[in-house]
């Protein structure tokens, strides 16, 4: 894969961060493919929480869908309410996950991920278009859809870390998708 820093123009340099964002998005390289991780995964296993970690593959899948969601609404100009607390942005209840409620999670997580996927895709123009800040934690980070869009991956790519993480202690690692074994 090409190097941002061995492009030779802006252009150039568009086409490689549209690939990179791809890729992230769906997993390549260093990373786990983010559907891969929670395919063929039991409602039951991903409700299961591990011994000293607060949540389950659901919660996590849910929290990452909840800020997915928001950053595209924020994307569409639509101006989406900002949680007062982290603690919003996951499930309210703890409750085991009926096997109907996990396939909608992640049936919307694949879904999320896709547009993400388009949105990577834009043209140079449209990654740098600012994005309107709704809240003042908005406008602490660079307000670009280019800026949005590598801040999904770097979260995602920390939560999609902890599913990988619960799957090894529950001893479902790696999925059927592929994943490192190291």
Same mark, same amino acid.
Request: glycine fraction near 8%; charged fraction near 25%; proline fraction near 4%.
């Given at each position: 894969? %090409?190097?941002?820093?061995?492009?030779?123009? &802006?252009? &150039?340099?568009?086409?490689?961060?549209?690939?990179?964002?791809?890729?992230?998005?769906?997993?390549?390289?260093?990373?786990?493919? #983010?559907?891969?991780?929670?395919?063929?995964?039991?409602?039951?296993?991903?409700? %299961? %929480?591990?011994?000293?970690? #607060?949540?389950?593959?659901?919660?996590?899948?849910?929290?990452?869908? $909840?800020?997915?969601?928001?950053?595209?609404?924020?994307?569409?100009?639509?101006?989406?309410?900002? #949680?007062?607390?982290?603690?919003?942005?996951?499930?309210?209840?703890?409750?085991?996950?009926?096997?109907?409620?996990?396939?909608?999670?992640?049936?919307?997580?694949? +879904?999320? =991920?896709?547009? $993400?996927?388009? =949105?990577?895709?834009?043209?140079?123009? &449209?990654?740098? %278009?600012?994005?309107? @800040?709704?809240?003042?934690?908005?406008?602490?980070?660079? +307000?670009?859809?280019?800026?949005?869009?590598?801040?999904?991956?770097?979260?995602? @790519? $920390?939560?999609?870390?902890?599913?990988?993480?619960?799957?090894?202690?529950?001893?479902?690692?790696?999925?059927?998708? +592929?994943?490192?074994?190291?």
């Amino acid at each position: 894969m %090409r190097r941002l820093s061995d492009c030779a123009d &802006e252009s &150039e340099f568009i086409l490689t961060l549209q690939r990179a964002l791809t890729e992230l998005f769906r997993g390549n390289g260093a990373h786990a493919d #983010p559907v891969a991780c929670v395919e063929a995964l039991s409602a039951a296993l991903a409700a %299961r %929480r591990v011994e000293g970690f #607060p949540h389950s593959i659901a919660d996590l899948v849910f929290h990452m869908n $909840y800020w997915m969601g928001y950053e595209l609404r924020r994307i569409r100009g639509e101006k989406p309410k900002y #949680p007062e607390h982290n603690a919003e942005s996951f499930p309210i209840v703890l409750m085991p996950v009926g096997a109907q409620e996990w396939e909608r999670l992640r049936k919307d997580f694949a +879904g999320f =991920l896709a547009e $993400y996927g388009k =949105l990577a895709h834009s043209s140079e123009a &449209e990654l740098q %278009r600012e994005i309107e @800040s709704v809240h003042e934690g908005d406008k602490k980070v660079a +307000g670009t859809l280019e800026s949005v869009l590598c801040q999904m991956v770097a979260h995602n @790519s $920390y939560h999609v870390g902890q599913i990988a993480m619960i799957r090894r202690m529950l001893g479902v690692w790696p999925p059927k998708g +592929g994943g490192d074994t190291w």
